[in-house]
Every structure is written in C-alpha cells, then in structure tokens.
C-alpha cells in the first residue's frame, strides 16, 4: 500500500505562486503515472496535470497550461506543482494521486488513479 502526502498549501495573493509537493511512503515499480487533482466547494473534482515516468511526459488542462508546471524525481516517490499567477478561482483542496495504468491510460481521468492523497488546501485571496 502506498501513501501519499501533500504538503506545500496556504494562503496566496492573487498573482502569487505556491509549489505543492507530494511524497510516496515507497518506491513501487508499477507507480507509472502521477497527478494532480483539485476540488473546490460544491464542484467536482477536476483534473489538473500530470506526469508519465517514461519518457516523462506531462499532461496538463488548458486551464492552468502555461501557468502551472508538474514535475518529480527520477526515484518516482515525489511529484510537485508549480503554480504561477495564482487567481483567486485556483483556490481549492489539492490531491496528487498515483496511477499503476501502464498503457493506453488517460491520465486527466481519477478513475485511473489507484492512490490518492489527503489533500492541501490553497486559498488565493488579498
């Protein structure tokens, strides 16, 4: 069972940045994906960017490209979030989840995900 934990949420003026971190109990070797998610009051859960470890691809949703950057170490145990130009309809609980889906996996799709975190907050507000 892999855990994982996010770290790196808060308090933002809009137009700041945060950079989220997300950290794997263990190293799995069918960890093939990570992502991140976000919720916000009365919304459903939607999906932000991710990263394929071959060949480290990154997926994100129009909504945050060019604005938020997903990366993670060589080991797989850790995915972080870059987030730029913060707005204030950024803010939202945060999870990062890992997938095991090795191929054809659409990973903007939480179905896929077989491991999730508890969630950070990130509030962008003056």
């Known amino acids: 069972q892999v855990q994982l934990v996010e770290s790196g949420g808060g308090l933002v003026q809009p137009g700041g940045s945060l950079r989220l971190s997300c950290a794997a109990s263990?190293?799995?070797?069918?960890?093939?994906?990570m992502g991140w998610f976000r919720q916000a009051p009365g919304k459903q859960r939607e999906f932000l960017a991710a990263i394929r470890w071959r060949g480290a691809v990154t997926y994100y949703t129009d909504s945050v490209k060019g604005r938020f950057t997903v990366s993670g170490d060589i080991a797989k145990t850790t995915v972080n979030l870059e987030m730029n130009n913060l707005k204030p309809e950024d803010t939202a609980v945060y999870y990062c989840?890992?997938?095991?889906?090795?191929?054809?996996?659409?990973?903007?799709?939480?179905?896929?995900?077989?491991?999730w975190g508890q969630g950070t907050q990130v509030t962008v507000s003056s």
């Open positions: 263990a190293r799995t070797s069918s960890n093939y994906a």
């Open positions: 989840a890992a997938s095991t889906l090795r191929f054809n996996v659409d990973y903007s799709r939480d179905g896929v995900y077989n491991y």
